[in-house]
């Protein structure tokens, strides 16, 4: 697993937390979480697919925790990193992608407006000293923002 970060998010004796971006995905959340239930000794004991998260126990007597760890780690690679797996010998070569995903246009525009609103309210709270205008000027400024991220996020704000 080198060049990337580990999906264990935390590991003790007999328990390791595992949590990924990807695992969000239903379908690599449900292919992660097959593949953890087949390994010997471990269980899943509780998962989450919203956060992309997995709590799996282990009997630390059977399993040392530096073995349980390879094991899920080698488990999950070929989930959470399928450009790397190794391909069956008659399968076709993948075809690589000209340009790296960025994210949505929406996302974008939601992320600067929730800078802009951080920012608008600050200097509305420092208007407050400076006079009425300054202060209702700024604060118009933020409901803009707020606007702009109510539009964003109307389907999540009114399910």
């Known amino acids: 697993m080198t060049g990337r970060t580990s999906p264990i998010a935390s590991a003790v004796p007999g328990r390791i937390r595992v949590r990924h971006p990807l695992l969000r995905r239903t379908d690599r959340f449900q292919e992660a979480l097959g593949r953890l239930e087949s390994l010997d000794a471990v269980r899943v004991t509780e998962s989450n697919p919203a956060v992309g998260s997995v709590l ?30 190794v391909p069956p010998p008659d399968a076709p070569a993948p075809v690589a992608d ?8 929406k996302w974008r525009i939601n992320r600067a407006a929730k800078i802009g609103m951080m920012g608008s309210m600050a200097a509305t709270l420092a208007a407050l000293g400076v006079g009425k205008r300054v202060h209702a000027g700024f604060g118009t400024l933020f409901v803009a923002f707020m606007l702009v991220h109510m539009t964003v996020q109307r389907k999540r704000l009114f399910q």
């Open 98 to 105: 000209s340009k790296p995903a960025a994210p949505e246009l």
């Open 56 to 85: 799996l126990s282990y009997d630390p007597a059977v399993l040392t925790p530096d073995d349980a760890r390879s094991r899920v780690e080698a488990l999950l690679s070929a989930v959470l990193h399928p450009a790397e797996a």
